[in-house]
C-alpha cells in the first residue's frame, strides 16, 4: 500500500482516504498488513520472570534492569510486579518506611557493598550503611592529614622520615597554645581550624616525637617567624 510505504499513520491515512481509523485498521488487518509505528507502539512482549528474577539477585535497581534490556523503566516496574519481584532498592525502602514508623534507629537492610549489614538513621531522616559511612569518615582524615603533612613539609623535621603517613605526627612547640589534640578525632574539624592548629606546630615521625617528648631530642624555636632549630641529641 503506497500510503503505508509513505509512512502515514493510520489517522493520516484515513484522512486521505476519507474513511474512518476504525475501518482503515479493519482492512490492514484484513490484507495482513502493519500500521506504521506498530512496533513501537504496540503491545510489547512479556518479560519473563526468571530473566527478570536474575537481574533482581543481581542487585540491579530499575532503571539499571531496563538499560540490560533495552525498554524503558515503566515496563520494568510494570512486569516486577506482575511476576511479585522487588529489587533491594525497594526492600530496603519499604523496612525503612517500617523502621521510622516504629522509631529505630538501627536497622539491617541491604548495601551495594556490604550486602546486607546495619544501617544508621541520619539526621536528614534516612538510614545509611554504617560500615560505608566509617569508612567515607576514615577517607576523609586521611585526605585532610595528607593536606596538613604536604604544607608542613612532607617529612620528619628531625630526621626526614617520610615513608609512611601514617607514622608522621604533629607535635606542638608550646603546649600552652594548643587548642586541640591533630590526631585522628581532631582532624573532624574544618581544614581552616585544622590549618590554623598545624601552624603552631613541627612536623616529626613517631620515633623522633617520643623522643622529643621523653627529652632525647630537642625543638627550638626562633622568634622570627617560619624559623625553627631542631637538633638531636
Not at 23 to 34: E, I, N, P
Not at 197 to 216: I, P, R
Request: glycine share 8%; aromatic share 6%; proline share 4%.
Amino acid at each position: 500500500m503506497p500510503l503505508l510505504e509513505e509512512g502515514l499513520s493510520i489517522d493520516a491515512i484515513a484522512a486521505e482516504v476519507a474513511r474512518s481509523p476504525s475501518t482503515v485498521s479493519y482492512w490492514l488487518k484484513r490484507h495482513g498488513l502493519k500500521a506504521n509505528g506498530a512496533r513501537k507502539y504496540g503491545p510489547k512482549p512479556a518479560l519473563d520472570h526468571d530473566s527478570l528474577a536474575a537481574l533482581v539477585d543481581r542487585g540491579l535497581s530499575v532503571p539499571a534492569i531496563a538499560s540490560e534490556l533495552g525498554c524503558p523503566p515503566s515496563r520494568v516496574r510494570y512486569w516486577l510486579g506482575r511476576h511479585s519481584l522487588d529489587t533491594r532498592q525497594s526492600r530496603n525502602r519499604a523496612t525503612a518506611r517500617a523502621a521510622l514508623l516504629e522509631g529505630q534507629r538501627i536497622v539491617e537492610l541491604s548495601c551495594r557493598r556490604h550486602g546486607e549489614t546495619d544501617h544508621a538513621l541520619e539526621g536528614r531522616g534516612s538510614y545509611r550503611c554504617a560500615r560505608c559511612r566509617a569508612e567515607q569518615v576514615a577517607e576523609h582524615r586521611r585526605r585532610v592529614k595528607r593536606v596538613l603533612i604536604d604544607e608542613a613539609g612532607g617529612s620528619c623535621r628531625l630526621c626526614g622520615y617520610a615513608r609512611c603517613e601514617a607514622a608522621l605526627q604533629f607535635h606542638h612547640l608550646d603546649p600552652r597554645h594548643k587548642d586541640f589534640h591533630l590526631s585522628v578525632r581532631g582532624i573532624t574539624r574544618s581544614i581552616s581550624a585544622l590549618r590554623a592548629e598545624a601552624a603552631k606546630c613541627v612536623l616529626l615521625c613517631a620515633t623522633c616525637h617520643a623522643e622529643v617528648e621523653a627529652g632525647a631530642s630537642t625543638i627550638e624555636l626562633f622568634y622570627s617567624p617560619g624559623w625553627i632549630r631542631t637538633t638531636k641529641t
